[in-house]
């Protein structure tokens, strides 16, 4: 009976020393593996174990931050050969949560952050000054986004390939305020455009300007019903006084270019 107890003891302390074997071994490789993950770099300065510390990647880009597991991990700043600059979080090596980055020629991003990609909520601002803030995917233009322009103008819409696609809002400095469709950056499709001094412009544009079926209502109240070309009227149009009277009438580009010039498109 001894005998068996006996050997039942040293059966469970060989499978206990066999267990902490298997652990000691497989942190060794764990650490081996982040090891390799900077292989042919070097730790210039302090700790790039589990610490703070200076590291140089084989590339000569340099990392200076926190460390887990000779991993980038953390609060962390990182300078690319190339110039780009970030500045913020790390998790598991990687840009990972919220930061700032600096390109050349005054473009910067400042927002959130996955697996090294612009993913999340964001401000970008390009080498003009033109700011867009939105989400951005996979290091992508998302589909909406808010842009402010260095001259004051002003856009709220969607977006497609970081151009104005879709529905949107747009503003200029001058109180001009465009609601409507957009193609590729310009006014195109059903909108309507208003002017500070009360006039306003709703129907069909094309290529930034009045092409199509449309309505101009003038700042005295008067407006024409008509078609409309190249920012013109054109063609056969009503137009409606406030008293009430109607008139139909031949539109003549020349003839009422004056009245419209200053409301055309620019």
Known sequence: MRKKIFLLLAATLI?????????????????????????NGRCI????????GVFVLPSGDKYLGTFRKHKFEGLGEFYHVDGRIFKGEFVDGMKNGKGLLVLQEGISYAGEFLNDELNGEG????????????????????????????DGRYYIGDLKDGRRNGKGVFKWKDGRVYKGMFV????????ILSFPDGAQYVGSFLNDRYE????????????????????????KGIISHKDGRKEEI?????????????????
């Open 250 to 266: 031949k539109f003549d580009k020349d003839k009422f270019k004056s009245d419209f010039e200053s409301k055309r498109n620019q």
């Open 184 to 191: 590729d950056d310009r006014m195109e499709g059903q909108g």
């Open 212 to 235: 199509g079926e449309g309505t101009f209502i003038y700042p005295d109240g008067r407006r024409h019903v008509g078609s409309f070309k190249e920012g013109y009227p054109h063609g």
């Open 15 to 39: 499978l206990i020393i066999a267990f902490c074997v298997y652990l000691i071994l497989a942190n060794e490789n764990e650490k081996l593996k982040a090891k390799q993950d900077y292989s």
């Open 123 to 150: 401000v970008y601002t390009d080498a003009d000054g033109v700011v867009y803030k939105g989400k951005f995917k996979d290091g992508q233009w998302g589909d909406h986004a808010e842009i402010t322009f260095p």
């Open 45 to 52: 300065k302090g700790d790039c174990e589990n610490g703070y």
